[in-house]
């Protein structure tokens, strides 16, 4: 199914979860007040489940068939027509993507199972589709631009006026990192620079023969190629090594992971730590687990739902709950219900879980639902001593103080895939050891000499990409006027490659001493020495540590990161603007399906639809972005943001305030008269009716709701429980 090329001034995309429930009453109040500009919103639909849908129109019938959105999106970020605003989307563990299949094999949809252990050649086939939508599916083919990520002044001046509160931090804490010193993808790493365009292979060699693995990978000049990989030997010795130290050090122990993004190795990984904290249980029932397709990969939840279906399931679950209370207590997900931090692989994401333990000053919740310090272990060392200095920071100074604090920025290199979060297609679990090698032709780019269950992995960084990126940091450092730091460590293979193109391009241009090139564990001391005296600092930074650091320190500042401004300027003239993470959505939508309360927040959708509206050029719009820049101050001002707890406003309320001091604003500007004109009278008849509306808002709070499905969920039943002022929709529609 195609649709006509795209020709709104705005693309909203569709998403998962509370981003998506908080569309369904925001989104008709911006189509009525862009409409009334003459400007025109479209959605597009990047959810899990519409993905899904899409990628089987052959086993569904014509209304159920959709358009693949995401493709016709990944087109448009590539034109200098785009402008978008792209919203937080579920990046899809296996144990979501078969939950999200099961659901929509409930609502009719004739789709194929998720294949465990494909044998076939049509099981493969399906196997590979759905293995293209899980993890980060999205977000490398809409990033066709770098990033540009901060706090609002609005949101900085409230969280200063209004501290959220920060855990205290002891210098005694046991709560520390840890991480590998050897033989992980940071000791491994090989880099190198192609001079001249070139087709890349990747092969093994067993001694018994050679196996290309991968062919043809076609890379512009000026690309940065690196190769690296994970000893399954070492990791298994890290893992048994920690266990051990955890239980000495009588600490919680937490896994600390980004098998969402990192979908091919980090599910492995996290697989190897269930497997050894489980050892005495792999080692007695490995075989029986192996012949039931049950993978410690999933986690441990899957692994006790399908070995309760085996023979002698009831007793193999027995002795796991022996085995845990022989092990060091874990980090708990949820204690009330008893789901760890083994549970789930994408129920702990790196990015949200370790600023979370910083903020509650070093302390995790463990299974007895006491707070306790935690022992993070982070496997892979390129990024790990981020969070290990900033514990050592708080354990020497205390906590941070937002009512003080200054600000972290962010210039981060994403466009094109670049870097680890590119290396899905090129990352291999190793049946067989050997030599991996790249190849140019007959020439050999780099090569490790590896063992059967190594995690072995390629990425890139183009040169365009990379080169946009400095310049972008050069114009951020200049509207800024601050300290700017590219987090590069020279000891590192890949990063001694970007230097390379770093230092001579800041010289070219004559702002050499406007930055600093620092190693990411100085770099991580050095900004939080700059913001604890209340100053700004750009963090200018890789891929994955533009993912880390836009989490914790607005996390740290802020109390989210889910208010932050994000923009991403399309390399080919379009606009991208993010609306802020959806790491805490599932909880959210458990608490409105139970309590018909939806705390989320859509501050992060307010400053992207600013400065989208800004992107569009016309005066309209202009004037358009900036009521919706008052409206959003005037919001925080007056405290209208969602509360945590039912009978408080929530995230409908906040929509219904933002839309009435956003027709006010547009009521008193100046600047155009028929715009003042149109938007004076609704202006008036919200705040006549704002004891009505928001009292019709609440007269469901504390009841449960059905949304129809929780993956895909049905228009009008979403509809009712998101608009339920009647007369409020009377003034929208």
């Not at 597009?44 to 014509?62: H, K, M, N, Q, W």
């Not at 060392?381 to 906590?399: N, Q």
């Not at 010289?507 to 913001?531: H, L, N, Q, Y």
């Not at 050029?617 to 007056?638: H, P, W």
Request: charged share 25%; with cysteine.
């Amino acid at each position: 199914m195609k649709r006509d090329i795209i020709m709104a001034d705005i693309i909203y995309t569709k998403v998962d979860e509370a981003p998506q429930l908080a569309s369904a009453s925001l989104l008709p109040i911006i189509q009525k007040f862009l409409g009334a500009a003459g400007l025109s919103v479209e959605t597009r639909d990047i959810s899990l489940a519409g993905r899904i849908i899409a990628t089987f129109p052959e086993v569904l019938t014509a209304e159920q068939a959709q358009s693949d959105d995401l493709a016709e999106l990944g087109a448009l970020v590539k034109t200098p027509a785009a402008n978008v605003i792209k919203l937080p989307n579920i990046s899809a563990s296996v144990p979501q993507l078969v939950a999200a299949v099961k659901e929509l094999q409930a609502q009719g949809y004739k789709l194929p199972d998720y294949p465990e252990d494909p044998q076939t050649d049509a099981e493969k086939d399906v196997r590979a589709r759905y293995d293209s939508i899980k993890g980060s599916a999205v977000n490398p083919v809409l990033r066709e631009g770098n990033s540009d990520r901060r706090a609002p002044s609005a949101v900085k001046a409230f969280a200063k006026a209004n501290p959220h509160r920060m855990g205290k931090w002891v210098s005694d804490s046991k709560t520390r990192v840890a991480t590998m010193d050897a033989g992980d993808f940071r000791s491994n790493e090989k880099s190198v620079t192609l001079a001249d365009a070139a087709t890349l292979r990747i092969e093994l060699d067993t001694g018994n023969g050679v196996t290309v693995m991968k062919d043809g990978l076609a890379m512009p000049a000026g690309t940065i190629v690196d190769a690296t990989f994970m000893s399954a030997k070492a990791l298994t010795a890290f893992f048994d090594k920690t266990i051990a130290d955890v239980a000495d050090e009588g600490t919680l122990y937490s896994l600390h992971m980004k098998a969402t993004m990192m979908k091919v190795s980090d599910p492995i990984i996290f697989g190897h730590a269930v497997r050894q904290y489980l050892a005495p249980v792999f080692a007695k029932h490995g075989a029986a687990f192996d012949a039931a397709g049950i993978s410690p990969n999933a986690g441990l939840g899957d692994m006790l739902n399908k070995i309760g279906e085996m023979e002698g399931g009831a007793a193999i679950v027995t002795e796991i709950e022996a085995t845990l209370g022989t092990r060091p207590p874990l980090y708990m997900v949820n204690s009330d219900k008893g789901i760890t931090n083994l549970h789930v692989p994408s129920d702990v994401i790196i990015d949200a879980s370790m600023p979370a333990v910083i903020r509650a000053g070093g302390k995790g919740w463990g299974p007895d639902g006491a707070e306790g310090d935690t022992t993070c272990v982070i496997p892979d060392s390129s990024y790990a001593g981020v969070y290990s200095e900033t514990i050592d920071y708080f354990k020497e100074t205390g906590a941070l103080d937002p009512a003080t604090a200054g600000t972290v920025q962010n210039v981060g290199l994403m466009a094109q895939k670049a870097e680890e979060y590119g290396s899905h297609p090129t990352t291999f679990e190793l049946a067989q050891g050997g030599t991996m090698r790249v190849m140019n032709g007959d020439t050999v780019l780099m090569s490790h000499n590896v063992e059967a269950g190594d995690i072995w992995r390629m990425a890139s960084a183009r040169k365009d990409p990379i080169v946009n990126w400095i310049d972008l940091a050069i114009e951020r450092q200049a509207a800024e006027n601050c300290r700017a730091i590219f987090w590069l460590d020279a000891t590192r293979a890949h990063d001694a490659e970007l230097i390379k193109y770093v230092t001579p391009i800041l010289a070219a241009k004559g702002v050499s001493d406007k930055f600093e090139i620092m190693a990411p564990i100085p770099a991580t001391r050095a900004s939080f020495e700059e913001i604890r005296e209340g100053k700004t600092t750009i963090a200018v930074t890789g891929n994955v540590l533009r993912d880390y650091l836009t989490d914790l320190y607005p996390i740290l500042e802020v109390g989210t990161s889910a208010k932050m401004l994000s923009v991403v300027k399309l390399m080919q003239g379009g606009g991208m603007f993010e609306t802020g993470a959806g790491g805490s959505a599932p909880k959210h939508v458990q608490q409105l399906m139970e309590e018909n309360h939806l705390r989320w927040d859509s501050l992060g959708e307010f400053c992207a639809l600013s400065e989208s509206l800004r992107f569009v050029g016309s005066d309209k719009a202009r004037v358009m972005g900036q009521a919706a820049d008052d409206a959003t101050e005037k919001l925080l001002s007056n405290g209208k943001s969602p509360g945590r707890k039912v009978g408080q406003d929530d995230n409908r309320a906040s929509h219904f305030h933002f839309a009435m001091y956003w027709a006010e604003a547009l009521a008193a500007q100046t600047d155009d008269a028929d715009l003042a004109a149109t938007f004076a009278p609704l202006a008036k008849a919200l705040a006549d009716n704002a004891d009505t509306i928001l009292a019709e808002l609440k007269a469901g709070a504390g009841k449960p709701v059905d949304l129809g499905g929780y993956f895909h969920g049905d228009d009008a039943k979403t509809a009712a429980v998101m608009r339920p002022s009647a007369t409020l929709n009377a003034f929208i529609d």
